[in-house]
């Protein structure tokens, strides 16, 4: 049986009415030459249904447990339709940056089907080209269900769907096997293999007590050692209109930054890339509250998700964990808010590792299921998300494809990320590198954030001012609109 460890199905039961749990991402695509957008589409399905063997979510859909005694499984979807996944959308004129990216926040805030695979691929048509024609390109707003995978997961992914050249590589066809797979379980081989889990589940948690106890001893002289510390206050955060329980509308806000530039400028402070997207993330918020009045006087912390995956591990699931980063947002010297930044993210990296032990992502319980769902429920119901939190806001560092991908013959200009608002955090940052550039996706609730594209501009603004104070001799370049014409696509600097 093909069934979900604790964290792929925690997502499920964390699943509410106006908390979806599917990330996303965007992929501008360069159409071949004398192909419209229809032909594209009419020609995507079959692509796609090809690889559908090599990503398993493509057609595995969900069957529970009865009486909800252990996690859902994954079995055969054998009414798989490839039309029901990969469908038109056209966006409204004139088709620029602000429509996309209104299309997607409203793509985004609606809930997935549970009866069948976790996926779609709505491909985004009319978009302008800024040379007048609205044919020559596509977006792909790719959306699946958290329970499938996590980021790393889910560039694995990309890369397995997608090509490296501009003709498709040959696919061998699904052996025997995948055809074979069980599109159903009897309920009685379900409640044996429950209990079963249980069992072992319990084994394991007595057998890995040495470990944990030692892991929880780390922690404790972590914590009262002064000169190594947890990587932010362990205090609740300070309150933003982001920690508040969100509403179903959504907003979507792109942006762009130059890997060079970022590493250039980490270089300069003894910084790694991600310390500094981390503090212009900081700075960024640190403009975009001081302009309205409301900026904290203790800064902000932001939950980042942590790989727990060992090197080369490319299956399809979750392996993460979350570390809390202090953002330096009451700092007002830029470079000063880096080293801030980056001694944070040291002990809370440091700390996620004493505390590896602890974080097993397998539990199995009678009922589990239930009473996770209903406690979300609750506390939507309740407005929990009202009191205090520990974290403001989530943001993420996904590493993406080094090289040109193509789809279908289509050439990938763009890897903008989607991803979750919470009740509590109704504002996540992620970014996704990409051949070179950080295509940076701001996700949240319309109530949290009505404006993600003024928090987008004032984060770029930081970065311009940054690169200046840090790189003077340096020219400075962000792409911030849609991507121009194909025959004249730059390069960023």
Same mark, same amino acid.
């Given at each position: ?213 030692? @892991?929880? !001893?780390?922690?404790?002289?972590? $914590?009262?050692?002064? &000169?190594?510390?947890?990587?932010? =206050?362990?205090? %609740? /955060? ?109 002990? @809370?990296? !440091?700390?996620?590792?004493?505390? $590896?032990?602890?974080? &097993?992502?397998?539990?199995?319980? =009678?009922?589990? %299921? /239930? ?109 911030? @609109? ?12």
């Amino acid at each position: 049986m093909y069934k979900l460890s604790a964290t792929d199905a925690g997502f499920l039961y964390a699943e509410t009415p106006l908390c979806p749990m599917h990330v996303a991402s965007v992929q501008v695509m360069a159409l071949p030459d004398g192909v419209s957008e229809d032909e594209f589409i009419a020609s995507l399905k079959p692509f796609i249904a090809a690889r559908r063997h090599l990503v398993p979510y493509l057609t595995n859909r969900l069957q529970a447990t009865p009486f909800d005694l252990d996690h859902p499984l994954w079995v055969r979807d054998p009414d798989f339709d490839i039309d029901r996944h990969i469908y038109r959308v056209d966006v409204p004129a004139p088709g620029g940056q602000a429509e996309l990216e209104r299309t997607i926040a409203e793509l985004h805030a609606t809930p997935m089907d549970r009866r069948r695979p976790l996926w779609e691929t709505a491909v985004l048509c009319g978009l302008a080209d800024g040379d007048g024609s609205r044919n020559r390109r596509v977006a792909y707003y790719n959306r699946v269900h958290h329970a499938c995978l996590d980021g790393m997961a889910g560039q694995a992914a990309t890369m397995t769907l997608m090509d490296t050249q501009p003709e498709p590589r040959p696919v061998p066809t699904p052996p025997a096997e995948f055809t074979a797979r069980p599109a159903h379980h009897d309920a009685l081989s379900l409640m044996l293999d429950a209990w079963q889990n249980f069992a072992v589940a319990q084994v394991d948690q007595f057998t890995g007590w040495p470990k944990r106890l030692d @892991a929880s !001893a780390r922690l404790w002289q972590r $914590a009262l050692d002064s &000169s190594k510390g947890l990587g932010a =206050p362990q205090a %609740p /955060a300070p309150k933003t209109n982001f920690n508040r329980p969100i509403g179903a509308a959504r907003t979507f806000a792109v942006g762009e930054l130059s890997v060079a530039d970022i590493k250039a400028v980490g270089r300069a402070l003894n910084a790694t890339l991600n310390d500094v997207f981390l503090a212009v993330c900081g700075g960024g918020l640190r403009r975009y509250f001081e302009a309205k009045g409301e900026l904290p006087k203790a800064s902000l912390i932001a939950g980042c998700p942590v790989s727990l995956r060992q090197p080369g591990d490319t299956s399809l699931n979750n392996q993460v964990t979350m570390m809390q980063v202090a953002l330096g947002t009451g700092i007002a010297d830029a470079k000063a808010r880096i080293a801030a930044v980056a001694a944070s993210a040291r002990a @809370a990296k !440091a700390t996620t590792a004493d505390a $590896a032990p602890l974080l &097993s992502g397998e539990a199995a319980l =009678p009922g589990l %299921p /239930a009473a996770l769902r209903n406690a979300a429920l609750w506390a939507e119901r309740t407005r929990a998300g009202d009191g205090p939190q520990s974290i403001n806001l989530v943001i993420s560092n996904v590493p993406g494809p080094r090289q040109t991908l193509y789809s279908n013959g289509a050439r990938m200009l763009t890897h903008y990320p989607v991803s979750i608002a919470a009740h509590g955090t109704g504002v996540n940052l992620t970014v996704q590198s990409y051949d070179g550039v950080l295509y940076l996706g701001i996700t949240a609730c319309a109530k949290a954030l009505p404006d993600a594209d003024r928090l987008r501009d004032e984060m770029l603004a930081e970065f311009i001012d940054l690169k200046a104070a840090v790189l003077p001799a340096k020219v400075h370049a962000l792409s911030v @609109a849609p991507p121009p014409p194909v025959e004249t696509l730059p390069r960023v600097a």
